[in-house]
């Protein structure tokens, strides 16, 4: 079972695996040592030889071994099996005449008798040496790898590493179905596919497996719901009234003979005895899911077993379905708890009925009937065959158990027993003798509890108690069901399915059972496995099979024997025993090895010393003239066998013996000798966790159940403490289970390794520390609340007056203890446990070098057990103190203060403490808890929680008072202690338990190590409840004494909630706030920043209804600029709103897009209305400007029409004329006079009309309006935008401010936006961090401006323009969207351009004041720079000779435009450039029109026809790059081939943004042209005007810009002022020439 280990230490062969053999038990056998080369690490015994594997892997083979042909027929000595010489074996086995064994790669090799097929081999009657055994799966040629062997007398059974069982050979104990014997070839045993199997026994004629049960985290196939022979259902589902049925009684037709259980219906078993753990996969029988369980609880079933039980009463008859006995099929656990309650209660009805039916019957026997037994298999063959007449449907199931069910119902007995052992199908009579039998030779514990298991399992569905009728548990008439499992919930100890070995196991047997050795309660054979079901739940942990009759041994170190008895060798007098019995042994000897021989066992225990004890029960072997010869008659003597196990004198002498071998007549034991006490220590360990988990076991069923399972005990303790004793009892079970599951562990590792690397404790310490703090914490807990002093009177009615078995669980010497005192001694005695491994680790420690790493290993678990034992004793008396100041505290306010968790640390009973200028009557008492401080009155008391609790000294004054000042959230008290010493007493304790409850870690932190104060700051959460804007709400986060301070989250019972910065209690920085709108049921969000508890700063405002405001708020107003969206969906917002808001209203200069009207106003407002001069454009082209009042048209305007239609005049309402005006046609005719009406709906007018004539023609044209008079001004629109952006600079007003404040802002808001984006970095791309990084250089802003530092200062500028976290790139941010928000969409109209020029030349003069305030040496607009003065004064000369036209002084001018426009230009571009090409539609259309037309000729034409001096053509086609020296001929049809470099770089003019990159890139062009000409003149050229002009013009035409007026008026509009009468204006004025006469050329 156990790993196949390699023993370790080895340096002295000497000292371990040391064989030792003898026969027999009388007091004059002296055992026989076998002397080996090497350590013996594993014996097999057959029936006259054995096979030994020593350390290294090799095998020894001693005794008859008659199939070495060559050999006489004296006994062998050991001797070297040279076959597998080369191989190292891991496992061997003995048959009765073959053996085996198991080499590392997984191989199997078999050898001896082969008669009956057992060495797998065919075609041989015997197998001389070792040969391999080709395990195959089915249909494939891969081999299966083998863990160990078993060996019996005709057959072999073979553990695989999937945990699957292979069996070859003869006989029904093969487990296969076979039709003819021998099998040859190994079989894997289906019956068992898909459970883990953890090891094999093989008797002479009948074989066991050993069986994890499987939980949820179990390692399992997938489960199975048909059976893989009939395909039936497994599990049928019946629903009744109000209960559901839940069966897997499924016989499959298939299956084997009725003479053995059908399998299918067998293995659907699941242990009935598994602890109900929430959560129970259903069993199956193939491939199939077993219950499992984490944790299994042994005392189940034992107390069942001392039970004297019967049956139900007549009254309980009702019980759906109780037919399911334990022979029929096992059940289907369900998930969920109810089915524990079912299941508990079931007990304990039949507890109480069965003593009663016991009574009056006279004894169980009585009440059998055998014409019941008829009578009920009757019944089922009737519901068999209806069932097969309907078919295999689920339908035919369903009828089938409803019929049966009915049955039941009128069946003239209440008697629920007589079912108990029939099962659906043909098995019927078989299994009814098995009851029978069992029932005769069982206990009735065994019996009873298969019952109600059967009860139970057919009752229980996944769901919870409600599920079974209600009038049924009435009738019990129980008050109330036990709903608490005794084991620990969900799986027990993490891990411990893979590293802790399992004790949830089942043990099934098949084969011959004449003998009872299959333990099923009858003699029947068995040609399939088959679960003994008695011994589930038992914690089996070892199986062993003597020739027939068969042992187990558990956890708790019992050993259960059955079958044959004829010598005494089960070690009990019950004879023939079918079921599995105790052996009888005395008090407190723990078996934890077995093994069973022919006719005997010998058993391996712990005894009074260290040193292991061997027993022996079973047949005499006599000894005569040294031959044996065993006296037949014998048996008839008494004295020929043990009547029960004896004691081996010798043993003592064997030295530690670490495993026992029984085999044959012969015994074996393997023993080390005690080396530096390492051996000792080891057994030592193992034999202390054994004799723990006795006592835990013993606890477990003989405390704690019977409690939980009192009828008075929740109302003895009260709610609270008996949910504690529930999880009380759960920690408990799982502190068992690991401390079961631990001593398993220890066993193997003494059986097999032998070595310190093999301790789980050492690997896995935490396990053991967590489970034991957490059980400890529950006991001071139940402690604390006065729970052990509540169990007095409960406990009295279980132990009686005199508690003796308290007294002898709890070690307690003294006499007359009180019970609670007990309890308490009981519970506390695991920590004691924890200081035993300590000791032990360190024993063992001391048997290693102390540079070595086990050394290490062991000291640093020894160190970490020490100090829980300590913290653990502190948290007792902890306990105990709090218990005691509960006891003596008044009644009232106990109620509402004893909580379990909390523990009392000072209180100031002794007038310690007071509070300063209290009243001289006032009672002041103060507790100091593990969590709170409470202040206790007269009949008041408030409780301050320690996590918002701060404390300080008071300055000690004249006035000599010993002050405290204490701070909470809402109160701050001073306290006077009455003397220093208690106030330094009181400060530390406080601060003690202040920094405990903030670190967590409880009173664990060592009693007085921490001597620093906790943090001021710290992260709490806090209820407020004083009146107020707070109350009730619930802050959780960041606290500086005594006030939010950092980061927190606020939330209001009313589901406000705040998320962000706080600053002394108020919400200050970024923060998010939701508010629900209960009449939209959605809440108002709002994101951005705060000041002191109000929205202050940027934030966006989600509201309820769909409108979304962005911008700045001030005092919890919108205030400053900002954007308003309003509409159900931001996609579809019938209109936006961007603009100057004052105090919630919009104020001051805003746009407003109405899209439902299509209607876009630019101009002033006042408390939200239209008021002062605005524009107005529509969709349909209108376009109105002039005044507004009251949200209205009125007053003096200009409306002109998309076809230049125009009224000048009054207005009264939106586009409404009322009052004197002049409409203007596009003719130029006009009206004077009165109108009235709305425009486009039939105008009244009283006036005069005008056609001016022909001759005023040049002198009228001047009456087209002068557009923009009655507009907003440019420099005053967006003035909030310019306000925030110097207020950001720490200015009150434009340019008043410190400029080394502005830096200092600057840099703070860098770095704490920075900040708040790091904790969000999926914001920032990499380009962007980049430009931060170089922001966080701040120029030079001090000295005088060079060139150098000018450079310097526009990247700056640049990058930082480039950033929203820069107050600049803020601002330049919020001017884009403004701009587009009034340019783009209805706004672009092509009369607003020259308002859109303008707009963006103030943006340019404001931004420059900034920069000027930011680096106030930069010269003013159109100052100068000058040059590096290192130059010589005749390259100076130079240049100003080249740009005559340009200031005659060298340097560099400084502009607005220079420094920003590169910034903006590009980002206002598209909405700006769509201005232009719609105001210059027509003159472009004419351009286009002309330049498609000349495009059509070839280039030469097209030179010509414009004028191009012949010598400028080019004579060959550069394309071609002709020879040097040779001249092509341009060929007339040539087109684009002349000027092509040129024309090339023009075509760039749309691709840049500024007005100076145009500039640029005209200036380029020339340089071109000038470059061709110069290569065909071969010589320097100067043009002249009339030279140049036609080429250039050639160029542009050849260019095709499609836009070239609108590129052409923005270079003129937004020129650099400086540039237009240099170099680059005339090459300009060039460029526009040639517009204009591209417009008007006429093509002859």
């Not at 553990?159 to 039709?179: N, P």
């Not at 009244?1244 to 002198?1259: H, I, M």
């Not at 607003?1392 to 030349?1401: M, S």
Request: hydrophobic letters at 35%.
């Amino acid at each position: 079972m156990e790993a196949q280990g390699k023993s370790s230490e080895d340096e002295d062969g000497g000292e371990r695996g040391l064989l030792h053999s003898w026969r027999g038990y009388s007091y004059s056998v002296v055992p026989e040592r076998l002397l080996l080369p090497r350590p013996v690490l594993q014996v097999a015994l057959g029936a006259q030889h054995g096979v030994l594997l020593v350390e290294g892997g090799q095998v020894y083979t001693f005794g008859e071994l008659p199939w070495k042909q060559t050999q006489s027929s004296q006994p062998t000595k050991p001797t070297l099996e040279n076959a597998l010489s080369g191989q190292r074996v891991v496992a061997v086995a003995a048959g009765s005449f073959h053996s085996g064994a198991v080499t590392e790669d997984g191989t199997v090799h078999m050898w001896g008798d082969n008669a009956a097929g057992q060495c797998g081999l065919s075609g041989l009657s015997c197998v001389p040496n070792p040969t391999p055994v080709a395990l195959l799966e089915p249909g494939g040629a891969q081999s299966v790898p083998i863990l160990e062997l078993a060996c019996g007398e005709k057959h072999s059974l073979a553990l695989s590493a999937q945990r699957e069982v292979w069996a070859w050979g003869s006989g029904c104990q093969l487990g296969l179905k076979a039709a003819v014997f021998p099998v040859w070839k190994p079989q894997k045993v289906e019956q068992l596919a898909g459970r883990w199997v953890l090891q094999v026994a093989c008797g002479a004629s009948h074989s066991l497996a050993l069986v994890r049960c499987v939980g949820p985290d179990g390692i399992q196939r997938p489960p199975v719901d048909k059976c893989n022979q009939c395909n039936q259902l497994l599990y049928t589902m019946t629903d009744k009234e109000d209960h559901v049925i839940i069966s897997d009684g499924h016989y499959c037709p298939m299956g084997v003979e009725a003479r053995e259980d059908p399998p299918p219906t067998q293995t659907l078993k699941t242990s009935p005895s598994e602890p109900i753990l929430p959560s129970h996969s259903s069993s199956t029988s193939t491939p199939a899911a077993r219950t499992p369980d984490p944790t299994p609880d042994p005392e189940d079933s034992q107390k069942a077993g001392t039970t004297t039980t019967a049956h139900l009463p007549s009254d309980s008859d009702p019980l759906p379905s109780p037919k399911a006995a334990a022979s029929t099929s096992s059940a289907k656990s369900s998930p969920y708890p109810g089915e524990q309650e079912v299941k508990e209660y079931l007990r304990k009805l039949s507890d109480a009925s069965q003593t009663e039916a016991k009574m009056a019957n006279g004894g169980l026997h009585a009440l059998q009937t055998p014409s019941l037994g008829r009578g009920s298999s009757a019944l089922n063959s009737l519901v068999a065959s209806c069932a097969s007449a309907v078919g295999e449907r689920v339908a035919s199931t369903y009828e089938a158990l409803s019929l049966k069910r009915m049955m039941n119902f009128y069946l003239p007995s209440s008697r629920l027993e007589a079912l108990g052992g029939a099962a659906d199908g043909g098995a019927e009579r078989v299994r009814r003798e098995e009851s029978v039998q069992a029932k005769k030779s069982s206990s009735t514990g065994d019996i009873h509890e298969e019952e109600a298991e059967g009860l139970r399992r057919r009752l229980s569905l996944p769901g919870l108690l409600s599920q079974v009728s209600p009038r049924l548990l009435r009738k019990m008439g129980r008050s109330r069901t036990r709903a608490f499992a005794l084991t620990p919930m969900g799986g027990g100890v993490p891990e411990d399915q893979e590293v802790f070995p399992t004790l949830q196991t089942e043990v099934w047997s098949w084969g011959h059972g004449e003998h009872g050795e299959l333990g099923h309660g009858d003699n029947l054979d068995r040609l399939q496995p088959l679960c003994i079901k008695s011994l589930n739940k038992k914690e089996v942990i070892r199986v062993s099979a003597g020739a027939h009759h068969s042992i187990a041994l558990t956890a708790q170190s019992q050993v259960y024997s059955w079958g044959s008895n004829l010598s005494g060798q089960l070690g009990h007098m019950d004879t023939p025993s079918t079921v599995p019995r105790l052996a009888k042994l005395s008090e407190g000897i723990r078996v934890w090895d077995a093994s069973a021989g022919e006719r005997h066992t010998l058993l391996l225990a712990d005894g009074d010393c260290i040193q292991p004890i061997i027993y022996y029960s079973g047949q005499q072997v006599k000894e005569a003239g040294g031959e044996e010869e065993e006296v037949e008659e014998e048996d008839e003597r008494p004295g020929g066998y043990t009547q029960q196990p004896v004691l081996l004198p010798f043993c003592m002498n064997l030295g530690f013996v670490s495993g026992v071998v029984a085999g044959g007549r012969r015994c074996v034991a393997l023993s080390d000798r005690n080396v530096m006490g390492f051996i000792s220590s080891l057994h030592e360990l193992a034999s202390a966790e054994r004799k723990f988990y006795c006592k835990l076991c013993d606890v477990k069923s003989q405390v704690l159940r019977p409690l939980l399972e009192l009828e008075s005990l929740s109302s003895a303790l009260g709610p609270a403490a008996t949910e504690l004793l529930q999880t009380l009892a759960g920690r408990f079970s799982l502190l068992s289970h690991l401390t079961g599951q631990h001593a398993a562990s220890l066993t193997a590792n003494l059986r097999r390794g032998r070595d310190v690397s093999s301790l789980l404790m050492l690997e896995h310490a935490s396990i053991f520390l967590d489970v034991y703090n957490n059980y400890c914490s529950t006991v001071g807990n139940f402690f604390v609340m006065g729970g052990f002093h509540a169990l007095t009177k409960p406990s009295l009615d279980i132990f009686g007056k005199s508690p003796e078995l308290l007294q002898r669980l709890s070690e307690c010497s003294e006499e007359n203890t009180a019970t609670s005192d007990l309890l308490v001694a009981l519970f506390y005695l695991p920590t004691q446990h924890l200081h035993e491994y300590g000791r032990l680790l360190l024993k063992l420690a001391t048997c290693f070098e102390v540079s070595s790493g086990d050394y290490q290993k062991l000291q640093d678990s020894w160190s970490k057990f020490e100090a829980l034992t300590l913290q653990l004793k502190r948290k007792r008396k902890e306990a105990e103190y709090t218990f005691h100041f509960w006891k003596s505290f008044p009644g009232k306010m106990t109620d509402s203060l004893r909580k379990p968790h909390r523990r009392l640390i000072y209180e100031s009973s002794n007038k310690s403490l007071s509070v300063q200028n209290a009243g001289r009557f006032s009672v002041n008492w103060f507790i100091l808890f593990n969590d709170s401080l409470v202040h206790a009155q007269f009949s008041t008391h408030h409780i301050f929680a320690l996590a918002t609790l701060w404390v300080e000294p008071t300055p000690e004054d004249e006035s000599g008072l010993h002050g405290l000042k204490v701070v909470t959230p809402e109160e701050t008290l001073t306290l006077l202690a009455s003397s220093s010493a208690e106030k330094t007493k009181w400060l530390r304790a406080i601060n003690q338990a202040v920094d405990q409850a903030l670190s967590g870690v409880g009173q664990d932190a060592g009693g007085s190590t921490s001597k620093s104060d906790p943090p001021i700051s710290r992260t709490a959460s806090y209820t407020f409840y004083k009146d107020g804007r707070l109350k009730d709400a619930t802050y959780e986060g960041r606290w500086l004494t005594g006030k939010p301070h950092g980061r927190g989250i606020l939330k209001w019972p009313d589901r406000r909630i705040y998320t962000g910065s706080f600053k002394s209690g108020l919400e200050d920085g970024f923060g998010e706030f939701a508010c629900p709108n209960k009449a939209l049921s959605k809440d108002d969000l709002y994101q951005g920043y705060w000041k002191e508890g109000k929205m202050h700063g940027l934030g966006t405002y989600r509201y309820a209804s769909g409108e979304v405001y962005d911008g700045s708020f001030q005092d919890g107003m919108r205030h400053g600029h900002g954007m308003l969206r309003s509409g159900k969906h931001n996609t579809s917002s019938p209109s936006v709103f961007i603009g100057q808001w004052l105090q919630d209203k919009k104020t001051g200069y805003g746009v407003f897009d109405d899209i439902t009207k299509g209607e876009k106003y630019m101009g002033m407002w006042q408390d939200h209305q239209r008021q002062g001069t605005g524009v107005v454009v529509t969709q349909f082209g209108l376009y109105y400007e002039g005044a507004f009042k009251d949200n209205k048209m009125m007053g003096t305007g200009i409306l002109l029409s998309e076809d230049d239609t125009t009224y000048e005049g009054e207005f009264s309402d939106d586009w409404t004329l009322s009052g004197k005006g002049v409409l203007t046609m596009p003719n130029g005719d006009y009206l004077e006079g009165s109108f009235s009406g709305e425009w486009g709906s039939g105008l009244k007018v009283t006036g005069s009309y005008f056609k001016p004539n022909l001759f005023d023609a040049e002198k009228d044209k001047n009456r087209a309006v002068k557009l923009g008079r009655l507009s907003v001004r440019a420099e005053e629109k967006w003035q909030a935008v310019f306000e925030e952006c110097w207020s950001q600079l720490g200015c009150e007003a434009p340019g008043q401010g410190e400029h080394l404040k502005a830096w200092e802002n600057i840099a703070v808001a860098l770095t704490s936006r920075r900040q708040q984006i790091q904790d969000s970095p999926e914001i920032l791309s990499r380009s962007h961090s980049k430009t931060l990084e170089g922001l966080e250089v701040i120029p030079q802003h001090e000295e005088p401006i060079t060139i150098e530092r000018y450079h310097i200062v526009r990247m700056y500028l640049l990058k930082a323009c480039d950033t929203p976290l820069h107050p600049l790139g803020r601002l330049v941010e919020t001017l884009v969207a403004v701009y587009r928000m009034t340019y783009v969409g209805v706004g672009a109209n092509r009369r607003l351009l020259p308002q859109a020029v303008n707009e963006i030349k103030s943006y340019l003069f404001r931004i420059f004041q900034i920069v000027r305030f930011l680096f106030p040496d930069l010269p003013e607009e159109g100052g100068l720079i000058p040059e590096p003065t290192e130059n010589l004064p005749d390259e100076n000369q130079e240049t100003s000779a080249d740009n005559r036209s340009e200031s005659p002084k060298p340097g560099r001018v400084v502009s607005s435009s220079a420094l920003l426009l590169p910034v903006l230009l590009p980002r206002l571009y598209p909405p700006l450039f769509t201005l232009y090409a719609l105001e210059k539609e027509k003159e472009d259309d004419m351009y286009w029109e002309c330049v498609l037309r000349l495009n059509k000729q070839p280039d030469l034409a097209l030179l010509a026809f414009l004028g191009v001096q012949q010598k400028f053509w080019p004579v060959s086609i550069p394309n071609s790059l002709p020879a040097p020296g040779e001249k092509q001929p341009v060929i007339s049809s040539t087109k684009d081939a002349c000027f092509a470099s040129a024309v090339e770089t023009l075509q760039q003019i749309s691709t840049t943004f500024t007005p100076s990159d145009k500039l640029q890139v005209i200036q380029l062009t020339f340089e071109e042209i000038t470059q061709e000409v110069q290569s065909l003149l071969k010589q320097d050229f100067l043009w002249s005007m009339d030279e140049l002009f036609p080429v250039f013009l050639y160029v542009v035409l050849r260019a095709r810009i499609r836009n070239l007026g609108s590129e052409v008026s923005l270079i003129e509009d937004l020129m650099d002022p400086c540039v237009q009468h240099g170099e680059h204006g005339i090459m300009f004025t060039t460029l526009k020439a040639c517009y204009y006469q591209i417009q008007h050329e006429k093509v002859t």
